[in-house]
């Protein structure tokens, strides 16, 4: 697609090269990798490294969050701009699902 950014394109290249890697490949060449790639926030574990990331991957992810403007996204729908959206109809603001 040409409207891609040239990040989503260089994520594209990064997936044909982990094709061929098994993450227990990952695993086993990096004992660190869980601490490298998980996050513990309150009760909420986020643990990425069971993906087929490394660090090159992971930052080019966070490129292309900040591009797409994830962040004010985020923002603007916790502030009640931003609705969802069903079959092109506005339906309800995000904030009412969080009372």
């Known amino acids: 697609m ?3 950014s ?3 394109h ?6 044909k090269r982990f ?4 993450l227990r490949d990952l695993f086993a060449n990096d004992p660190d990798r869980f601490k490298k790639f998980s996050l513990e926030v309150g009760d909420i574990l986020l643990d990425y ?3 087929l990331i490394d660090h090159e991957v ?3 992810l966070m490129k292309l969050a900040v591009e797409a403007k994830v962040s ?3 923002d603007k729908m916790f ?3 931003v609705r969802i959206r069903l079959n092109s109809r506005n339906i309800i603001p995000f904030q009412w699902l969080t009372c």
Not at 19 to 22: D, L, R, T, Y
């Open 79 to 81: 502030n009640g701009e």
């Open 2 to 4: 040409e409207n891609l």
């Open 72 to 74: 004010e996204w985020r």
């Open 6 to 8: 040239p990040t989503w």
């Open 10 to 15: 260089e994520l594209e290249q990064q997936a």
């Open 58 to 60: 992971f930052n080019l």
């Open 19 to 22: 094709q061929s890697i098994h």
């Open 49 to 51: 490294s069971k993906n």
